[in-house]
Nanobody, 118 residues
Framework: QVQLVESGGGLVQAGASLRLSCAAS????????MGWFRQAPGKEREFVAT???????TYADSVKGRFAISRDNAKDTVYLHMNNMKPEDTAVYYC????????????WGQGTQVTVSS
C-alpha cells in the first residue's frame, strides 16, 4: 500500500505561482508513476500531469508551458510547480500513484484546495 499526502494549496492571484507537494509513504518502491489531477466545482476530475519512474512526463494541454512536475526520490516526494496561474486553475488538486503492473492510479491523496482570483 502507498499513502499520499498533499500540501501547498492556497489562494493566489492570477499570474502568480504556487508549488504543490505530495509525500508518499509505505511501499513506495512499487510506484511506477505519480500524477496530479484536479476537480473544479461541478466538473469531473481531470488529469493534469504525470511523471514516471523513467522521468518521462506528460501534461494536459491546458497546463503545458505553465506547470511542471518534478520529484525528489530521496524524499519520496513529487511536486507540481504552477506558474502564470489562471482563475480556471481553481480546483481541488489530488496526487495519485500507479504501481508497476497496474493499469491505473490506485492510491490517492486527500486533495488540496487551490484558488486563483482574478
Amino acid at each position: 500500500q502507498v499513502q499520499l499526502v498533499e500540501s501547498g494549496g492556497g489562494l493566489v492571484q492570477a499570474g502568480a505561482s504556487l508549488r504543490l507537494s505530495c509525500a508518499a509513504s509505505g511501499r513506495t518502491f512499487t510506484i511506477y508513476a505519480m500524477g496530479w489531477f484536479r476537480q473544479a466545482p461541478g466538473k469531473e476530475r481531470e488529469f493534469v500531469a504525470t511523471i514516471r519512474r523513467t522521468d518521462d512526463t506528460t501534461y494536459a494541454d491546458s497546463v503545458k508551458g505553465r506547470f511542471a512536475i518534478s520529484r525528489d526520490n530521496a524524499k519520496d516526494t513529487v511536486y507540481l510547480h504552477m506558474n502564470n496561474m489562471k482563475p480556471e486553475d481553481t480546483a481541488v488538486y489530488y496526487c495519485a500513484a500507479m504501481t508497476f503492473g497496474s493499469s491505473g492510479y490506485e492510491s490517492w491523496g486527500q486533495g488540496t484546495q487551490v484558488t486563483v482570483s482574478s
